[in-house]
């Protein structure tokens, strides 16, 4: 079990910059597979990124690619979203999930269903 906080998020122009932080406890992160998902309101989430246990393997939405990089430091049991060049396209409630994969460390997920934690969200608004 599991808990997730994310912050970081908030209001920033067409362009800046956020870094997304999600804070795990009551685990041990090296344990798990670690994504991102958005949601903006009537659409459904969808992934945005995702690491391996190691950070050996990554996963970018088409969406984000080489705007956004994913990281974790497993020694502080924190995993990260750096948003460069963010756009208004980019607004949503962005979420921070973990799934348990004790079998390997190069593994990551993409789906939803996939991941068995969740942090509250915290909204990334990007004006015009």
């Known amino acids: 079990q599991v808990q997730l906080v994310e912050s970081g998020g908030g209001l920033v122009q067409a362009g800046g910059s956020l870094r997304l932080s999600c804070a795990a406890s009551?685990?041990?992160?090296?344990?798990?597979?670690m994504g991102w998902f958005r949601q903006a309101p009537g659409k459904e989430r969808e992934i945005v990124s995702a690491i391996s246990r190691n950070s050996g393997t990554t996963y970018y939405a088409d969406s984000v690619k080489g705007r956004f990089t994913i990281s974790r430091d497993n020694a502080k049991n924190t995993v990260y979203l750096q948003m460069n060049s963010l756009k208004p396209k980019d607004t949503a409630v962005y979420y921070c999930?973990?799934?348990?994969?004790?079998?390997?460390?190069?593994?990551?997920?993409?789906?939803?269903?996939?991941?068995?934690?969740w942090g509250q969200g915290t909204q990334v608004t990007v004006s015009s």
């Open positions: 999930a973990a799934k348990r994969h004790e079998y390997s460390t190069w593994n990551v997920y993409t789906r939803r269903a996939d991941y068995d934690y």
């Open positions: 009551g685990g041990t992160l090296s344990i798990y597979v």
